[in-house]
């Protein structure tokens, strides 16, 4: 529920506005009848947004700008006057606020105008989260039968609100899966809001899923929503769910079954329509015969599995990870974009990446990029434990159809432009292909480079 904080120092002017508001757009309110009375009630309450007059007497709308600022307190403020003074708005907009709005102006317009200030916040929260993921895995790439079941699950059980457990090996892709639940659901445009369990301090688990009432422990000395109530709408990810506490297994299985959380220090229940992901490397059944994960909550959670698949179960996706990889890392370290040779390829597609999966294959191409000059990545840049395992005789095992047809697809290519002197457009007749840009993509992806 959103929470908006009304501050006038004409009390009937707040009380108006805080009915109105509750009445017309469904909110929580919550009055102050000055700037120092706001900023003791942000340091205790979660607020959502904040309206604002700028016309009190001590310290005035201007001077609650300018102490958010200084605290740090980030909380959309909307200011209003009854002046008629727009230059002062526009002053108080400079100092940090959101927008302003007239007092005689209908009460659906204020409402209006915070839901754009929310919807701001929500989008540069959005922002934020995009650059920090940035440098994360490779997105869900590749066409081998494992992944296109998976992405057919995914399909299938995104618009289903209900928890889901994804399963797979450290590296595999869990967090990319759950951010493609989000994506197909029905709460995209919400956030997403990921934990990493086995990073929490156990002290403060609670706090971080289910917020904190000010001076509920040493340190608490705001009010402060948790992870379940910034996810409202859209999704909590919990990654390295076996990590948590049994103590907070049992109270997250309460908000599973009640749809409701209570801050740590607070009795209030507070409804939540958040979706929870869940993630794991390890084996939960036998977590719960150990006695270290709780029965009830592994039942509540794996409503829904999905499997993700280790890398050496997919070898034939691994040239579209390493185009993908080498454009978006080239492109975030600013340098000129280069390519896989072929014989190289090779050599990453006979390793098993059991050590890490998708994340050991996205840090090798990065210290390709950074250690190779020039834009050609040969075997012989290839690190050295990956060239000895891939020359160390082993049992040879079937290569899977995908796996076949991809190198079937790329001797073609290879034998074609040979027989052609590389030249593209030819070469593309000549594979009936419909026009040189279509044999440039295959290239791409199968790391062949035109020959200078």
Known sequence: MTLVLVVDD????????????????????VVAGDGRSALYLLEREAVDCMILDLEMP?????????????????????????????DRCVQAVRLGAEGFVDKE?????????????????????????????????????????PMLALKDAIARVAPVPSPVLIVGESGSGKELVARELHRMGPGERE????????ALPESLVESELF?????????????????????????????????????????LLRVLEEHAVSRVGSTRMIRVDTRVVAATNRDLEAEVAAGRF??????????????VPPLRERLSDIPALVHHLLETTCRRYGVRNKALSGEALDLLMAHDWRRNNVRELRNVVERLIIAVPGDTIGAEH????????????????????????????????????????????????ELGLADHASLLKIMRRHGIKKKE
């Not at 956030?191 to 086995?198: H, K, L, M, V, Y």
């Open 58 to 86: 001590g310290m005035d709308g201007f001077d609650v700008l300018r102490a958010l600022a200084e605290r740090d307190i980030r909380v959309p403020v909307i200011v209003y006057t009854g002046t008629g003074n727009y």
């Open 191 to 198: 956030p997403f809001i990921p934990i990493n369990s086995a």
């Open 105 to 145: 102006e209908p009460v659906e317009r204020v409402v209006q105008e915070i839901e754009h200030s929310l919807e701001r916040r929500r989008l540069e929260r959005e922002v934020a989260s995009l650059r920090r993921d940035l440098g994360a895995d490779s997105p869900l790439l590749g066409d081998s039968k």
């Open 294 to 307: 709780r029965q009830d909550l592994y039942y509540r959670l794996n409503v829904h599995v999905l499997t």
């Open 10 to 29: 004409v009390a009937a002017m707040a009380e108006q506005y805080a009915y109105d508001l509750k009445r017309v757009g469904g909110y929580e309110t």
């Open 211 to 251: 917020g904190h009432e000010r001076g509920a422990f040493t340190g608490a000395t705001a009010t402060r929503k948790g992870a379940f109530e910034m996810a409202a709408g859209g999704t909590l990810f919990l990654d390295e769910v076996r990590e948590l506490p049994l103590g907070t297994q049992a109270k």
């Open 382 to 429: 290839v690190p050295v434990d990956i060239r000895t395992r891939a020359a160390a005789p082993r049992p040879r095992r079937p290569a899977t159809f995908q796996g076949q047809k991809a190198e079937a697809e790329r001797r073609i290519v290879l034998a074609a432009l040979e027989r052609n002197d590389w030249h593209i457009t030819r070469t593309a007749e």
